[in-house]
């Protein structure tokens, strides 16, 4: 059964950081790429970012480009989100999703975490 | 950056309706087009790919179709366990950029 687990979630200030995990299991993880999403409270969904199997390609929204960086430990069946300057609109739940494919432009996600909440406030 | 349009916003129909949301795109996307069902608390879930193709396990009274700028999504007979927000999804790979419709909720009336 595929599993993914996300954690790191938590209140934060603005201006600081903040850095979210995603534990996969249940499938191969370095044969497909992995995604970001996020959902704002009461809003509908945005991808934040993308990566490819062996990290090689990788993907951003404009709205979080230069501040977050996506990677993965295929050894860890991990995936991370680190979150530099945050800003009260970066409030949401974030999910972590697995790709159908290999390459970040599959980009059709057939499983889904339960997300992981950010909240982002002084 | 490719838009996407999708109407209704909400909806409400009864039981055994046929219900149909559109997702209309900026420009032509050909067949990159995806369809998601989120419940209430939920994550989202997968129903429909490449426009037109049923996800494994996903009834078939789902379905989709179209291509270029132009989608359509359809139960065909809405049923109780069908009240949810369904998102279209478009991807266009160079450079990657991924787009969500704002979402149509459906409620049984």
């Known amino acids: 059964e595929v599993q993914l687990v996300e954690s790191g979630g938590g209140l934060v200030q603005p201006g600081r950081s903040l850095r979210l995990s995603c534990a996969a299991s249940g499938f191969t993880f370095d044969d497909y790429a992995m995604h970001w999403v996020r959902q704002a409270p009461g809003k509908g969904l945005e991808w934040v970012s993308g990566i490819s199997w062996n990290s090689g390609s990788i993907g951003y929204a404009d709205s979080v480009k230069g501040r977050f960086t996506i990677s993965r430990d295929n050894a860890k069946n991990s995936l991370y989100l680190q979150m530099n300057s945050l800003r009260a609109e970066d409030t949401a739940l974030y999910y972590c999703?697995?790709?159908?494919?290999f390459g970040v432009g599959d980009a059709t996600f057939d499983y889904w975490g339960q997300g992981t909440l950010v909240t982002v406030s002084s | 950056d490719i838009q996407m349009t999708q109407s209704p916003s909400s909806l409400s129909a009864s039981v055994g309706d046929r219900v149909t949301i559109t997702c209309q795109a900026s420009q032509d996307i050909s067949n990159y087009l995806n369809w998601y069902q989120q419940k209430p608390g939920k994550a989202p879930k997968l129903l429909i790919y490449?426009?037109?193709n049923l996800e494994t396990g996903v009834p078939s009274r789902f379905s989709g179709s179209g291509s270029g700028t132009d989608f359509t999504f359809t139960i065909s007979s809405l049923q109780p366990e069908d009240i949810a927000t369904y998102y279209c999804q478009q991807y266009d790979n160079l450079p990657l950029r991924l787009t969500f419709g704002g979402g149509t909720k459906v409620e049984i009336k």
């Open positions: 490449d426009a037109s």
């Open positions: 999703a697995k790709d159908i494919g």
